[in-house]
């Protein structure tokens, strides 16, 4: 496809995002961006919860993953959903007994103001660096497709990605967000389906042959159980999946913001357990995707993309998709993707850290009414911008991006299970003073261990076992702070 016939697709594609906020976004109260009203269908935002899951990691390095892991990644699907199920019975009824509009209220009903406010930074570190991330994946990717050979550089490529996403979120917010995140989920899901079905075709397999072929038994073992101290060992990321799971959906603004919007908590519940199942499908089709992909560049000797001087197996699928003759439909059905990809995540993130900024930090709901909009409005500005700046700088770090963003996650998001943790499971008041240093100790310890030389840990390889290490170290840091009263 040309760059010209790319841009349209793009235009078209954003005109019909910002059809739906025009309908959505009528009502553009803070009552209606921040829950909207509370009045989403369930199996809507289950399914629209799929997309903002997935997002450009797994459309993208998902199946670059498969090159050196193989389908090990599954392991920690598997722990999804096990977190998942402790979110839909402990989380999702507190919140709506709270009936909070920032799940980060909570805190300062359980501790106080100062863990209150520790919460909602640690949200807001841990969410502009994972919006970031993803952003900087599809922008990247689609750098490497047509604005590179447009002369567009990099940070305009981001700015133009954010300019389009305030667009169609300025006004219905989190209630525009459910509608279009069920329309990029979609598109999501078709083009991967459309890329599996052409590339087994051009290899002469049925998907059931693709299965059952020593190629697909080669690259899609799932199960690690032989070495302790790889990465890829089942526990680590089984239990490491669990946490993450709690931590980066049931304990984050984003991804519960859209569970409030549903009109009970029965709903809710069924809108979590919706998506749970069907993310384990969804996730092995993808893998089974970078299976494909490996395969079929293998066979026809397709060399792992390159940018800026840079080996990126995140880049395969594109390269694939856009540039070995597979069909318009195929490089069609991806843009539309790629393009959804990035914005189902990105588009709530700006949504959820707006609405966190403004009720935790600025106090919205305590303003004069005739303030609250306005000001609303002026932190969506300054969230969009905070996004663009953060993007750029992603893009000097190396390394596998979802490597990259679970590592970053372990970290930022500790503190929040900590906290969550133990003023659900135990009845002691804290020093609230204090908490903001036991997040700051746990982090810093957390990475020192992390970061061992090979003479103390030996061939260990630490992963996604750092989230829940973290927080049980914060954990342990709020007991010692504990009131003895």
Known sequence: MSPTSILI????????????????????????????KRQSPWYVVAFGMIGASLSGVTFISVPGMVGGEQ????????????????????????YYKLNVTSIYQYLEQRFGLVSYKTGAFFFLLSRVTGASFRLFLVALAMQYIV?????????????????????????????????????????????????????????????????????????????????PNAKVYFWKYFIGGIFIAIAMTGLDQDMMQKNLTCKNPRDAKKNMLSMASLLILVNFIFLSLGALLFIYAEKFNIPIPELDGRTRTDLLFPEIAMNQNLGVGLSITFLIGLIAAAYSSADSALTSLTTSFSVDFLNIEKRPEAEQKPLRKKVHIGISVLLVLVVIIFNMLEGNVVSNLFKFATFTYGPLLGLFTFGILTKHKVKDKFVWIVALLSITLTFIISSLPQEVIGTYVF???????????????????KNKK
């Open 71 to 94: 389908f090990a990644y599954m392991q920690g699907v598997f722990g999804f959903f096990v977190g998942y199920i402790f979110i839909l019975t402990v989380l999702i009824p507190l």
């Open 9 to 36: 697709l793009i235009a078209s594609y954003f005109a019909i995002l910002v059809l739906i906020s025009f309908f959505t976004g009528k009502d553009d109260s803070n009552d209606v961006f921040f829950k909207a």
């Open 147 to 227: 604005f590179e050979a447009i002369g567009i550089p990099f940070w305009l490529t981001v700015v133009i990605s954010i300019l389009l996403i305030w667009l169609y979120t300025n006004r219905g917010g989190i209630k525009t967000i459910v509608w279009t995140d069920t329309l990029q989920t979609l598109a999501m899901l078709v083009s991967v389906i459309v890329a599996i079905v052409l590339i087994n075709k051009e290899l002469n397999w049925s998907y059931i042959d693709f299965l059952n072929s020593e190629s697909f038994k080669q690259k899609g073992k799932i199960f690690f159980f032989d070495d």
């Open 463 to 481: 992963n996604w076992e750092i989230l829940p290490l973290n927080g049980l170290i914060t954990f342990f840091g709020l007991w010692c702070i």
